[in-house]
């Protein structure tokens, strides 16, 4: 079974229900955490009666710098809803580290941002070194992936479409909340990573709800083509793609089409206006609410909740 381990500014704590037990650990970063097994395993067997976890300001169980890499469109379910029809080429962007923030911060809408959409995503935590040109077969997903985390990776919209890049977009601070568990996997675990679910909903209207079978490109052989031309360290994080649901929706092909004859600029006027209609994207107030878990709960990651603010 999964074990829960959550952080806050005191150090390290073992989910227990719904108490949380310290961990007797000098590690200050996830990757140090992670080379400190043996203390989180004493801190589970320890009877200890320990903390409320509702007592507990939880910060993200993924301490930064780090590398924050993700995959591009992954689930069929985003595929059909961004227009793609046929084979998709596996991809992968980079977002900056600063982006990762906690369970229970605010995500903050810069003010140049009118579109921002949601995209609820697993997090895989390294958890030993992928050097390039590493071959990763299913059988050897837990000699290199720790544990798993929820992510939300955070899109202004307006940003990525007209720049045609993903960078700026997903890395403004606030943009990755992540945790609030950082779930360490034993082996026997990775035999049920398709049966997670994950879930997404803003002011309780749930927007996106898929299980890993819905991946294109599933986690070992995510972690090969990844690893063709980028190294991977312990405690590094890859988010591995969204399912379909995002505010976000490709045109109508007869709308695509017109569109494809205006110039740019006209193109994106009219694109953007009739987004502006678009009653899903986040705006301030909302709150966020997301969720990743197997059905019986054998490895459960908690529940993420994000209200939405504007920056001053």
């Not at 009666?49 to 995959?71: W, Y």
């Not at 609030?180 to 082996?187: K, R, S, T, W």
Request: proline share 8%.
């Amino acid at each position: 079974m999964s074990t829960n381990v959550l952080r806050t500014a005191d150090g390290w704590w073992v989910v227990l229900g719904d108490r949380a037990v310290p961990v007797d650990t000098k590690a200050v970063t996830t990757e140090e955490l992670l080379a400190d097994r043996a203390a989180v395993r004493e801190a589970a067997l320890s009877g200890e009666a320990g903390t409320p976890v509702a007592d507990l300001a939880v910060l993200s169980p993924v301490t930064t710098p780090c590398r924050v890499v993700a995959q591009m469109v992954n689930y069929r379910s985003h595929a059909r809803d961004s227009g793609f029809t046929g084979d998709i080429p596996p991809a992968f962007f980079r977002k900056a580290s600063g982006s990762v923030s906690g369970p229970g911060e605010s995500i903050v809408r810069p003010p140049h941002v009118k579109f921002l959409d949601y995209e609820v995503e697993l997090g895989l935590v390294m958890g030993a070194p992928l050097p390039v040109g590493t071959v990763v077969e299913e059988r050897d997903l837990p000699s290199y992936v720790a544990g798993l985390v929820i992510t939300n990776d955070v899109s202004a919209r307006d940003v990525q479409l007209t720049k045609t890049q993903f960078y700026e977009s997903k890395s403004y601070p606030t943009f990755t909340p992540t945790g609030p568990y950082l779930a360490l996997l034993e082996p026997d675990d990775f035999a049920h990573l398709l049966d997670l679910r994950l879930k997404l909903s803003v002011n309780g209207d749930l927007r996106q709800d898929r299980t890993l079978a819905d991946m294109i490109v599933r986690p070992a052989q995510a972690l090969t083509l990844l690893a063709r031309f980028q190294a991977l360290d312990p405690g590094d994080l890859l988010l591995t793609g969204t399912p379909g649901g995002t505010a976000l929706k490709a045109p109508p092909k007869a709308v695509e089409k017109i569109g494809a004859l205006l110039p740019p600029a006209a193109k994106w006027k009219a694109f953007f206006k009739s987004q502006a209609r678009n009653p899903r994207y986040l705006h301030q107030g909302d709150l966020v609410t997301a969720t990743i878990a197997t059905p019986d709960g054998r490895i459960d990651l908690g529940e993420q909740r994000t209200p939405v603010t504007d920056a001053n």
